[in-house]
């Protein structure tokens, strides 16, 4: 049982665009929602993070929306860059519990100059 | 934050052979977790491993195929048994640091089984 879900497996914007990634989860006993980006031959980096307690997180271009109520959030990232081309990784974890990070499948972001 | 080490960075090893990669931590942390990540896929949590208790493993991953040791609060080592093709992946080690949630990789091993 997948866990947590991601669309779409991939995306391409051009530069300047905004790239929306969507992520939903199953378990409401989550309660921390990190966003990782990995790019090639390197291991995934925590890039933002959102607890429940907020409904949007905002890093520079970054910015996460979180609704709660249908166990959805999505990444925007504004003014996409052709560094901002990576894979990336929508988790979820309970603190309370193991910690554990359960992984989405990941969205492979294309930005093209 | 905790920076993670892991050795060796890659390996090639034949079928039926065992290897081992080591995680060592910057500081003391609580739990690590190994991850499995086949190219061009998500990562599957394999096991978190606490200190003084056996690691605790994720469906379709067992102590014997993947023995994990927890030592020490800055280190665990993954053991691969009777290596296979299709274990042919990289394998991160995490953890995250004090009381932070947060939680950081290892550069990863990259294993090749011929």
């Known amino acids: 049982q997948q866990q947590v879900r991601q669309s779409p497996q991939s995306l391409t914007v051009w530069e300047g665009e905004t790239a929306i990634l969507n992520c939903s989860y199953e378990?409401?006993?989550?309660?921390?929602f990190p966003w990782y980006w990995q790019f090639p031959r390197e291991s995934p980096a925590l890039l933002i993070a959102?607890?429940?307690?907020?409904n949007k997180k905002e890093d520079g271009r970054f910015t996460i929306f979180f609704n709660k109520r249908e166990k959805k959030l999505s990444l925007h990232i504004t003014d996409s860059q052709p560094g901002d081309s990576a894979t990336y990784f929508c988790?979820?974890?309970?603190?309370?519990?193991?910690?554990?990070?359960?992984f989405g499948e990941g969205t492979k972001l294309t930005v093209s100059s | 934050s905790v920076l993670l080490y892991q050795k060796p960075n890659r390996d090639i090893c034949q079928s039926g052979t065992s290897l081992k990669i080591q995680c060592v931590a910057d500081?003391?942390?609580?739990?690590m977790f190994w991850y499995q990540q086949f190219q061009e896929q998500s990562l599957m949590l394999m096991a978190t491993?606490?200190?003084?208790?056996?690691?605790?493993?994720e469906s379709g991953f067992t102590k014997d195929k993947f023995p994990i040791s927890r030592p020490n609060l800055t280190f665990s080592t993954l053991t691969v048994n009777n290596a296979r093709p299709g274990d042919s992946s990289i394998y991160f080690c995490?953890?995250?640091?004090?009381?932070?949630?947060?939680?950081?990789f290892g550069p990863g091993t990259r294993l090749t089984v011929l």
């Open positions: 988790a979820a974890t309970n603190q309370g519990g193991s910690a554990k990070l359960i």
């Open positions: 378990d409401s006993t989550f309660d921390y």
């Open positions: 959102i607890r429940p307690v907020s």
């Open positions: 500081s003391q942390v609580v739990s």
């Open positions: 491993a606490n200190e003084g208790s056996e690691a605790t493993y």
């Open positions: 995490s953890s995250s640091g004090g009381s932070s949630y947060e939680q950081y």
